[in-house]
């Protein structure tokens, strides 16, 4: 059975978009001409974080640059993290646009 793709979606009013398997959410939303703020790709800079307001996500390194705190709140990076569900995610406060949106 193929890997399932799941749909992330920017809260409030922001764009939607495809997470295909195995695909980061930075690299998936950097695909659909969403430019998203970020520097290392690799989970220590912090550039991309935002916060996950409902779904499932599950982070491609052991443990990503984030405390205990900001995990139970819902804080993830999205140049390390997988969808394992349809997501809506906050959006960034600041450095966020897409075509047409802002």
Known sequence: MPNPTFTACIHPDGPAFEVRPRQTLLHAALDAGI???SSCRN???RTCICQLRSGEVRHGIEWPGLLPEEKADGWILPCVAH?????V???PAAGFASSGIV
Do not use: M
């Not at 969808?83 to 997501?87: F, V, W, Y």
């Open 43 to 45: 989970g220590t800079c």
């Open 35 to 37: 430019q998203w703020p």
């Open 83 to 87: 969808a394992q569900s349809d997501l």
């Open 89 to 91: 995610l906050q959006q």
